[in-house]
């Protein structure tokens, strides 16, 4: 490199700095108030940007970027609004496709007549079959369909749904379906998605609700979790509690007594090799009892879906750990 070209470079280099700086100065300006140095607040309603310490208004008449119309209830506002649903993850095409309505009705709210309502039937037809129009888009709305549905059987929420659409997702881009079943990877990226979110389902609850077998399920996670890299921690017994304790209907001091002894257990090492649901479910059996509130252990059992023999065992060394705690 000769001597002018670096000359040019650094000169270069210099005068961009020199934007940089000026455009975070610019920036850091317009954030504050130029006789006091307070903080700016924008008043959308008046269009103004205000200065919330000493009241000055450092612009006016701003653009407003909303809607020209106003609504009073949430009925108004889906009359008027022009725009659709936003972007998902749970519908194969996002939701970016045209939905033709099943009413039967025109922009009036006038029945079709029977050569119109034949029309639109064909209309119908002919949208669903474009909207797939792949056996790679089939084949993601029948696995999309099977998520809500096993979400929606397991109450979770939209969150955990979006997270085992873009799961699923990146499984068949990957290729990872040919010699599994589209329901077990399905089933696979919702287990995974709830255990992401910090409201897992144990494999016995999936099992119930999903069309794939316990062992299928358990073989396809781990294929899926390992193939794709996902970085999923081991279930924490305690994020069991909350649903459990709401299930049996126990108190907010049962729930908290409940965490207590988890975390005993936990330092004493007694969680190790244990299954998380089998330890939430005794320490919420063990903290009823503890706070004098009446659940029997078949309740528990049925709530956990765990056999009691599992309570009975998981119980014992919950109360052994505390005692060890309790003894000086």
């Known amino acids: 490199m000769t001597d002018s070209v670096r000359g040019y470079t650094t000169e270069h280099s210099r005068a961009r700095e020199s934007e940089d700086e000026t455009e ?122 099977e998520i809500d549905r096993m979400a929606s059987a397991l109450g979770l929420p939209e969150n955990v749904r979006e997270t085992a659409s873009v799961i699923y997702r990146r499984a068949l881009s990957d290729d990872l379906l040919p010699g599994r079943s589209i329901e077990g990877v399905a089933t696979s990226a919702l287990y995974a998605a709830a255990r992401q979110a910090g409201t897992p389902r144990s494999l016995d609850e999936i099992a119930t609700v999903s069309r794939v077998d316990k062992d299928e399920i358990a073989r396809t996670y781990r294929y899926v979790v390992r193939e794709l890299g996902l970085e999923i921690q081991p279930a924490d017994p305690e994020q069991y509690v909350p649903r459990f304790a709401s299930e049996l209907d126990l108190s907010d001091e049962s729930e908290r007594r409940a965490r207590d002894l988890l975390k005993t257990a936990k330092d004493q090492g007694v ?12 320490a919420i059996y063990a903290a009823a009892l503890l706070t004098n509130e009446k659940v029997t252990q078949s309740e528990v059992s049925e709530v956990a879906n765990i056999s009691e023999v599992t309570i009975r065992n998981r119980y014992h060394e919950l109360l052994e750990a505390e005692e060890q705690i309790q003894v000086p």
């Open 24 to 145: 975070n100065t610019d920036e850091g300006e317009q954030l504050r108030c130029p006789e006091c140095g307070g903080q700016l607040a924008t008043d959308t309603e008046h269009g103004e940007t205000v200065c919330a310490d000493c009241g000055l208004v450092v612009e006016e008449d701003e653009i407003d970027h909303g809607p020209e119309w106003r609504a009073f209830d949430s009925k108004e506002k889906d009359q008027k609004s022009r725009v659709g649903a936003p972007t998902t993850q749970m519908m194969h095409d996002k939701g970016l496709s045209t939905n033709i309505g099943w009413q039967d009705k025109d922009a009036y709210g006038k029945t079709l007549s029977s050569r119109q309502r034949e029309k639109m039937q064909r209309l119908r037809t002919w949208n669903e079959r474009f909207r797939t129009r792949d056996s790679k888009e089939r084949n993601l709305k029948q696995a999309l369909g």
């Open 271 to 282: 969680h190790s090799g244990k299954s998380p649901v089998g330890l939430a479910a005794a």
